[in-house]
């Protein structure tokens, strides 16, 4: 059964960091692309970042690009997103999601149940 | 970037009665396009991709259809645990990755 755990939310003020984690199991980790996709509370679906198997490519929203990073280790079967200079802005629910075999610009067939980021003074 | 447009915004229906629900991209994303439901408090899940093709477990009663700029997802007969939110996805022009507004069907 295909399970993915994010941690690592929280409340932070504006500026500040975190890292989220998302944690994999029941799929070869290392053989599909990885994303995440957060959530504003009570919108829509945003796409964030992606990363390609193994690992070598990333790709950016714009709205994220140069304050977000993306990356993985395989050998902990482990998506990371690292989040700089957090605006208001970037309060969401922050999903991490299995690509569904299309690489890093495709469908998702698997979702955590999301880690929620608070930016707030 | 491609934008997705969601139409209606809500969908108010009883059970047993069939939803009909429009996705309309900015340009053509060929038949590159998914629909996921959505439930209160629960991640997205997916239901259609390649406009069509329904994902593993799916019922029958989903079935998307379109191609290019306009494409439907319908549910034949509304059952109770089908009201939700749906959201279109797009992957023919990336990145982004774009989805739509969402389409709430509600019960009457």
């Known amino acids: 059964e295909v399970q993915l755990l994010e941690s690592g939310g929280g409340l932070v003020q504006p500026g500040g960091s975190l890292r989220l984690s998302c944690r994999a199991s029941?799929?070869?980790?290392?053989?599909?692309?990885m994303a995440w996709v957060r959530q504003s509370p009570g919108k829509g679906l945003e796409w964030v970042s992606a990363?390609?198997?193994?690992?070598?490519?990333?790709y950016y929203a714009d709205s994220v690009k140069g304050r977000f990073t993306i990356s993985r280790d395989n050998s902990k079967s482990t998506l990371l997103l690292q989040v700089n200079s957090l605006r208001a802005e970037d309060t969401a629910v922050y999903y991490c999601?299995?690509?569904?075999?299309?690489?890093?610009?495709?469908?998702?067939?698997?979702w955590g149940q999301g880690t929620l980021v608070t930016v707030s003074s | 970037e491609i934008v997705l447009t969601q139409s209606p915004a809500t969908l108010s229906l009883s059970p047993g009665e069939r939803a009909t629900l429009s996705c309309r991209a900015s340009q053509s994303v060929s038949n590159y396009l998914a629909w996921y439901q959505q439930k209160p408090g629960q991640a997205p899940r997916l239901l259609i991709y390649d406009a069509s093709s329904r994902a593993t477990g799916v019922p029958a009663r989903f079935s998307g259809s379109g191609s290019g700029t306009d494409f439907t997802l319908t549910i034949s007969s509304l059952e109770p645990e089908d009201f939700a939110v749906y959201y279109c996805?797009?992957?023919?022009?990336?990145?982004?990755?774009?989805f739509g507004g969402g389409t709430k069907v509600e019960i009457k």
């Open positions: 029941g799929f070869t980790f290392s053989s599909y692309a």
């Open positions: 996805q797009q992957r023919n022009k990336w990145p982004p990755l774009t």
């Open positions: 999601a299995k690509g569904a075999g299309y690489g890093p610009g495709g469908y998702f067939d698997y």
């Open positions: 990363l390609s198997p193994p690992g070598g490519n990333t």
